[in-house]
T-cell receptor, first 114, second 118 residues
Framework: TQLLEQSPQFLSIQEGENLTVYCNSS?????LQWYRQEPGEGPVLLVT?????EVKKLKRLTFQFGDARKDSSLHITAAQPGDTGLYLC??????????????FGRGTQLTVWP | EAGVAQSPRYKIIEKRQSVAFWCNPI?????LYWYQQILGQGPKLLIQ????????DSQLPKDRFSAERLKGVDSTLKIQPAKLEDSAVYLC????????????????FGPGTRLTVL
């Protein structure tokens, strides 16, 4: 059973298009992270959001944490082929010694065609 | 700064054989994680170490999987005996003790070891 559900699972678009990836849960998280993973590599952190309703922008990427801290979205404007990869959301829970435990979604495989 | 190192990168074994993976975290990172990533799924935590002590191994199949982190630096993950369903990428990650700031709770991942069990 996945704590975090990501949608869509696959996304194939043309360069220049906009897209949104969703990450939903029935559980509350203390933080929500987005990672990007390329073939043969480990995930790399893009952003961390910790406050309900928080919006963060990273160049063409906009991340939002839901008010109730149960969901998040990633919006990419004018996608480029370099954005191709597996996008993973990860919810943080735990306190004290288990601070930092992450629960990952299944990921969204994004392919951007030139 | 050197990243998280893992070896081997690839391993093919037959079921019922044993296998071991090695991880060298980023220098100074007290927390180390082992994840299993099955094709088409996100990483699933197997075990978390804080220095050389186990913090969380609730998802580790202890009848066949074992892990250790002697001296609080390098770590090894072992599977004995392997099953077909163990085919996956095994990721090692490390983290500092930082609990706030822009890179709060950032985990640094190694490239992983792709295990194929035939």
């Amino acid at each position: 059973t996945q704590l975090l559900e990501q949608s869509p699972q696959f996304l194939s678009i043309q360069e220049g298009e906009n897209l949104t990836v969703y990450c939903n849960s029935s559980s509350v998280f203390s933080s929500l992270q987005w990672y990007r993973q390329e073939p043969g590599e480990g995930p790399v952190l893009l952003v961390t959001v910790v406050t309900g309703g928080e919006v963060k922008k990273l160049k063409r990427l906009t991340f939002q944490f839901g008010d109730a801290r149960k969901d998040s979205s990633l919006h990419i404007t004018a996608a480029q082929p370099g954005d191709t990869g597996l996008y993973l959301c990860a919810g943080g829970r735990g306190r004290g010694s288990t601070l930092g435990r992450l629960y990952f979604g299944r990921g969204t495989q994004l392919t951007v065609w030139p | 700064e050197a990243g998280v190192a893992q070896s081997p990168r690839y391993k093919i074994i037959e079921k019922r054989q044993s296998v071991a993976f090695w991880c060298n975290p980023i220098s100074g990172h007290a927390t180390l994680y082992w994840y299993q990533q099955i094709l088409g799924q996100g990483p699933k935590l197997l075990i978390q170490f804080q220095n050389n002590g186990v913090v969380d191994d609730s998802q580790l199949p202890k009848d066949r999987f074992s892990a250790e982190r002697l001296k609080g630096v390098d770590s090894t993950l072992k599977i004995q005996p392997a099953k077909l369903e163990d085919s996956a990428v095994y990721l090692c990650a490390s983290r500092t003790v930082r609990t706030s700031g822009e890179r709060y709770n950032e985990q640094f991942f190694g490239p992983g070891t792709r295990l194929t069990v035939l």
